[in-house]
């Protein structure tokens, strides 16, 4: 299994609104990445788990906060998002002997923000 | 600021021909580089990297060439195909000295279309 799983696959949500955006992998990765596409963008990097604990956060607004419950699952959640906030959540998974390099991404979560 | 970018926003190549991205960066520290490949509607998908200590590496249809000289890192593909049309990100990582301080870094993407 190489893929990296995410749901759903699209999402709209009203600026009030709590979601969580999910993401799964079953490659033995123990670094996981979340990143923020706009449209017509290159991927910026938001935070980075390694062996669960969170190791990189790019100062992003409290209003993600992630969660990385066991070595497979990374979670996205999401509270009082601005519609700026509008684009495509990606996650990524890696080999800690690839940390930040070599990572496998999933389709993304593509959100809309009301 | 240091930044990974590219020469081209878009590049039409007739199928069948061969086709060649390029990509400057300007952090000399950086020690790793890898190619991305982003197809409509999905996340982007590894095509091939290099590390600092080597200039060329091939894969099936895909050359990597690193010039360290002029911090310049170039894609090429062989005998393109309808499927090669996308979006081809490349990116760095600086390899720092302190575990957990490095992220990889994209450049500004370049959209590759295949002209049947």
């Known amino acids: 299994d190489t893929e990296v799983t995410q749901t759903p696959k699209h999402l709209v949500m009203g600026m009030t609104n709590k979601k969580s955006l999910k993401c799964e992998q079953h490659?033995?990765?123990?670094?996981m990445y979340w990143y923020k596409q706009k449209a017509k963008k290159p991927p910026e990097l938001m935070f980075v788990y390694s062996y669960e604990k969170l190791s990189i956060n790019e100062s992003v607004p409290s209003r993600f906060s992630p969660e990385c419950p066991n070595s497979s699952l990374l979670n996205l959640h999401l509270h009082a998002l601005q519609p700026e906030d509008s684009a495509l959540y990606l996650c990524?998974?890696?080999?800690?002997?690839?940390?930040?390099?070599?990572?496998?991404f999933g389709s993304g979560t593509q959100l809309s923000v009301l | 600021g240091e930044s990974v970018g590219l020469h081209l926003p878009t590049l039409s190549v007739q199928e069948g021909d061969n086709s060649i991205i390029n990509c400057a960066y300007s952090n000399s520290a950086s020690d790793y580089f890898i190619w991305y490949k982003q197809e409509s509607g999905k996340g982007p998908q590894f095509i091939i990297d290099?590390?600092?200590?080597?200039d060329k590496r091939q894969g099936q249809r895909v050359t990597v060439l690193l010039n360290k000289t002029v911090k310049h890192l170039s894609l090429q593909i062989a005998a393109t195909q309808p499927g090669d049309s996308a979006v081809y990100f490349c990116a760095e990582n600086r390899g720092g000295t302190n575990f957990g301080n490095e992220k990889l870094t994209f450049g500004t993407g370049t959209r590759l279309t295949i002209i049947p």
């Open positions: 490659m033995g990765h123990r670094a």
């Open positions: 990524a998974s890696s080999q800690v002997d690839s940390y930040n390099e070599k990572l496998f």
């Open positions: 290099i590390r600092s200590n080597m």
